[in-house]
Nanobody, 125 residues
């Protein structure tokens, strides 16, 4: 069983930064495509960013480009999401997901096979 565990969420003031981590444990599979999504209260889960197994290719939601950065450390089985210049509208539960296939361009949440439990990010104004 593949397990994903997110950490790093919390309460931050507008303009601040947070770095989220997602670590793969249990039955790990080698360098999967990993993505970050978020879900605000009463809204659907939305795509944030994705990174390929090598870390070379990345994609971001258009509205988040320039503020969020996805990266990974395969030796640590960990993916990161650096979030800068945070805004109140970034408040959400942030989830990481993993794909068993290599197709990183499909940004639908349904294309992911494994999910973490989520970490709450709250940005105060």
């Amino acid at each position: 069983q593949v397990q994903l565990v997110e950490s790093g969420g919390g309460l931050v003031q507008a303009g601040g930064s947070l770095r989220l981590s997602c670590t793969q444990s249990g039955r790990t599979f080698s360098n999967p495509v990993m993505g970050w999504f978020r879900q605000a209260a009463g809204k659907e889960r939305e795509f944030v960013a994705v990174i390929t197994g090598t870390g070379i290719q990345k994609k971001y939601a258009e509205s988040l480009k320039g503020r969020f950065t996805i990266s990974r450390d395969n030796a640590m089985n960990t993916v990161y999401l650096q979030m800068n210049s945070l805004k109140p509208e970034d408040t959400a539960v942030y989830y990481c997901g993993a794909k068993s296939g290599p197709w990183y361009s499909d940004m639908r949440a349904t294309s992911y096979d494994y999910w973490g439990q989520g970490t709450q990010v709250t940005v105060s104004s």
